[in-house]
């Protein structure tokens, strides 16, 4: 299982990665991993104004359903189409080409409650 | 083998050893070993067990031939269906019974409680292993595997053998619409059937996840979900597996509900989008009433759709508009499964 450097964690097990004030999210390898083959994805509206801990998509995969929750506060600017016309995505490339949404933060300091990948690891060889 | 594990009726069972999608598309090219030991077996023994099993199921026992076996229910005395099963006729008087894992229990039960005198029943789901090869590659692999030639063996039909000097049964029977075998073999030594059949380059694990995807696929109804003691055959679209011309245990009310109509029946679902329908999901009609409840649903990975079987008023038919709300809302359409017609089942060898 990879948890890749330069990303930060939640526990539901998204990814953020911070570039200036746009934070993109995404599935964690783990995730996909315990979700098995993903065949669907609901992305967000974009321009749609969402909390941190919202629920803000949808994955889907031939067992199950989860959420997948906004780890930051701000405006969805843009979605990854290429995931719902491909949602074997989220598999293959879950810190990559299977990213979710893009977010302008409203609120920066949200980040500072996120996990390091030392402590998602740690966090996730805990369950 | 690094496989998911879940919980079934008790058993720690395999839910994918890699990924359902590719468990699921080997088996319709090739062929997949399931593990499916937790299925019951019990064993009706005795003069007159024909009889008696004629009279307590709702498909002909008395026509079976000693080699024969045959997909057939048991229902209460509400005509409510307690299990579906697969009766093999071993011998003139002797049946084995292969029931579901959940019910093996409550049917013993049963039909001991039905059991005439001088008959046996007797359970032996631990001492008897059961492994399914399914897949349309799965009669050469058998035979380059056991070392005798299958071809023979007709569609629910079997045969007794021997492997490495110990008796194994093999019928020619399945659960996912492919060419393919259940084998019987003693339990202690299932392992060594297993490593052999799953040595052979044709062959994969498969888990319950793509055994669940495939039967869905073809239309086979899940007993406790698709069917339970609150639905008939009548209602589960099971009737063609009933004998009207011989009396069971149930009749009686199936009659009834045969002249009186059902308000809903079984039928298939199907979508244009991949979201997966989910057990329990609402079916609604265009003008937005309720019509039923969706009892399995699916992605399909043969058909890369969704697909599901939901109770619906029966005066809804194959072709009309419907939307499904659960987690989502969306179109879909009723359709006679089964989804998946291109298996090899019913192939003649």
Known sequence: MEVREGLLYSKEHEWVKVEGDIATVGITDYAQESLGDVVFVELPEVGRVVSAGEATAVVESVKSASDVYSPVSGEVIEINQAISDSPELVNKSPYDEGWFFKVKMSNQEELSSLLSPEAYKEYVAGL | MGARMINFSGWLLPVSYSSIVEEHLWTRENASLFDVS???????????????????????????????CRYTLMLNEDGGILDDLVVYRLG?????????????????????????????????????AKVD??????????????????????????????WQGLPILVSRTGY?????????????????????LLAHPLVRPAGLGARDTLRLEVGYPL????????????????????????????????????????????????????????????????????????????????????????????????????????RGDWEARLFSYPFYTEGTVRLSL
């Open chain 2, 176 to 196: 996912t619409g492919e060419l393919g075998y259940e084998l019987y073999i003693d339990a202690d030594r299932v392992l060594d059937l297993w490593d052999a």
């Open chain 2, 92 to 128: 003139e008087d002797r049946f084995m019974l292969v029931v579901n894992a959940g019910t093996t229990g409550s049917d013993y039960e049963w039909i001991g409680s039905h059991l005439p005198e001088g008959l046996r029943l007797s359970d032996r789901t631990s001492e008897l």
């Open chain 2, 38 to 68: 937790h299925m019951g077996r019990l064993e009706v023994e005795g003069p007159e067990s024909v009889r008696f099993l004629d009279g307590l199921l709702t498909n002909r026992i008395s026509s079976l031939e000693v080699g024969q």
């Open chain 2, 223 to 326: 007993y406790g979900q698709d069917i339970h003691t609150g639905v008939s055959p009548i209602s589960a679209n099971l009737e063609r597996f009933v004998d009207w011309e011989k009396e069971f245990v149930g009749k009686a009310r199936l009659l009834r509900e045969k002249e009186e109509g059902v308000k809903r029946r079984l039928i298939g679902v199907r979508s244009e989008t991949r979201r997966p329908f989910r057990h329990g999901d609402k079916v609604f009609s265009e003008a937005g009433e309720e019509i039923g409840e969706i009892t399995s649903g699916s992605y399909s990975p043969s058909l890369g759709l969704a697909i599901g079987l939901a109770y619906v008023d029966v005066d809804f038919k194959e072709g009309d508009v419907v939307r499904v709300k659960g």
């Open chain 2, 133 to 162: 090869l399914q897949g349309p590659r799965s009669r050469e692999v058998l035979e380059a595997v056991l070392g005798w030639d299958v071809g023979g063996l007709r569609y629910f039909r079997f045969v007794e053998e021997r």
